[in-house]
C-alpha cells in the first residue's frame, strides 16, 4: 500500500484546510487510517484516526472539536477538515494505515502499529 497526503499550506489563524490521504497499490477499506504531525523538534504525535469504516473515530484533545476526519467507504481516500486552525496546528502531517485490530487494542494512538505511512504535508498557520 503507497499513502500519499496532500492538502497543506500556509494558512493564518482562524483558518481552515482539508487534508487528502490517497492509497494507492492496495486497498485500505479494511484498515484504521490515521494522521499524525510532527513539529520541528518535537516527536511525532496523534491526531486522528477512523476505523471501522466512519463508525469509530479518535482524536487527539487538541483538536477535538476542530478538526474531523473521514472517509469514503467506495475509495481510497480518507479526508482531515482542520477548522479554525491555531499557530500550534503548524507541523508536517502524516497519514497512516494499521491493520483494524488497533481498534480493538486502543493503540490508535502510536505510531507502531502503522505499517504505512504517506510522505507528509505541510501545514503552518501564522499568526
Known amino acids: 500500500v503507497q499513502l500519499q497526503a496532500s492538502g497543506g499550506g500556509l494558512v493564518q489563524t482562524g483558518d481552515s484546510l482539508r487534508l487528502s490521504c490517497e492509497a494507492s497499490?492496495?486497498?485500505?477499506?479494511?484498515?484504521?487510517v490515521g494522521w499524525f504531525r510532527q513539529a520541528p523538534g518535537k516527536e511525532r504525535e496523534f491526531v486522528a484516526a477512523v476505523c471501522r469504516r466512519n463508525i469509530k473515530k479518535y482524536y487527539a484533545p487538541s483538536v477535538k472539536g476542530r478538526f474531523t476526519i473521514s472517509r469514503d467507504s467506495d475509495s481510497n481516500t480518507v479526508w482531515m477538515e482542520m477548522n479554525s486552525l491555531e499557530p500550534e496546528d503548524t507541523a508536517v502531517y502524516y497519514c497512516?494505515?494499521?491493520?483494524?485490530?488497533?481498534?480493538?487494542?486502543?493503540?490508535?494512538?502510536?505510531?507502531?502499529?502503522?505499517?504505512?505511512w504517506g510522505q507528509g504535508t505541510q501545514v503552518t498557520v501564522s499568526s
Open positions: 497512516a494505515a494499521a491493520p483494524y485490530t488497533i481498534d480493538y487494542s486502543g493503540y490508535y494512538y502510536t505510531t507502531a502499529p502503522y505499517d504505512y
Open positions: 497499490e492496495g486497498a485500505i477499506s479494511s484498515y484504521c
